[in-house]
């Protein structure tokens, strides 16, 4: 994408789902094998089906560009899976015992939940990578993911001393919906062509989107761009400029003229938008930034640490796409297929184009 300004938000907060108190009697009354036991083996069971699922993913892709960087993420997927093993069977035993309290129990077994799960999203990258054979694309969407795995991994390795969490429980946060517009027109044969769902449709140099929004209640908003060249961008806002949106009105963004496409050929360009009840400070201090394509694709730290912010959101915010709408923009009228997201606190949607 060309540099320009744009917008999208994101809180992270560590929290997860709830899980049940594990029987404080390890032994059942007919002496059965040490519960905890039991649940450390079915983990291993169903982790290393995981690794499993990982190491075929990796064998889909092998010999494509990006291949040598998921081979790297593997080595650290394959520790953190160990990791994940013994913190759930020693969890299993402190609780068991009555050495650690149950709220202490709960908070540690939510953030191992969500651990488990963000490391079933990386084995669907994967899958995903190995049925397309695009594993530059992954390596990049893996990468982010691994961020957020970091950040999961902190909060199960928490101390028993530790402070509890005094942010805002997730579930107690007003919920945002989002609706997110895509306009597009593709230059062909001379003329300009509107395109209804141009993330179906393979966009070239000098191509032109228009992103629209709306939020249900007053929101901060963010636009972050990049693609697997390395390319980063804070399209909003800019230094200086407010990103504060009033609830039921219509946002265009630019508003008097287009994103154009650049000159760069066969990469995926991802367009994310994310709203937010509050400022994102992590996003605040991007305003402005612009990072150009490196020479091995590698990610920019900025890059890596959104990602890892805004993966658990997006794997848990989409819906359904909407049915086509007709928009006024800019005085005519044009035909898009909206997405619609929703969650307590913040709300993120995300598009991928296809740049020949």
Known sequence: ???????????????????????????????????????????????????????????????????????????????????????????????????????????????????????????????????????????????????????????????????????????????????????????????WQSVEDCDNVPLRENDRVKIGFRVNQPARLYLLNYNETGAYQMMFPDRGIANELEPGRDYFLPPDDWFELDDQKNVTEHLQIIASLEKVPQLEAQRGVFVEPSADGSQPKEALKTRGLVEPFIERSFKAKKKPVTLDVGGKSATTVPKVVSGPGISVTEWRLRHE
């Open 1 to 191: 994408m060309a540099r320009t300004a744009s917008l999208l938000i994101i809180v992270f907060l560590a929290g997860c789902i709830t899980s049940p108190q594990i029987d404080p009697n390890p032994l059942g009354g007919d002496g059965t094998p040490n519960r905890c036991q039991q649940q450390a083996d079915q983990t291993v069971k169903v982790t290393g089906g995981v690794s499993a699922s990982f190491q075929k993913g990796i064998v889909g892709v092998e010999g494509e560009a990006g291949y040598e960087q998921i081979v790297e993420i593997q080595t650290k997927f394959d520790a953190l899976q160990r990791d994940y093993a013994q913190l759930s069977y020693q969890l299993c035993e402190d609780s068991a015992s009555g050495a650690i309290s149950q709220a202490y129990y709960e908070r540690r077994r939510e953030c191992l939940d969500q651990w488990f799960s963000a490391m079933r999203s990386m084995e669907g990258v994967l899958e995903s990578a190995a049925a397309k054979g695009d594993a530059k694309d992954a390596a990049w969407s893996l990468q982010g993911q691994m961020q957020w795995l970091d950040r999961i991994v902190a909060c199960g390795k928490e101390p028993a001393d530790a402070p509890a969490p005094t942010a805002t429980p997730v579930a107690e946060q007003p919920q945002i919906e989002l609706t997110a517009y895509l306009v597009c027109e593709i230059q062909r044969d001379g003329a």
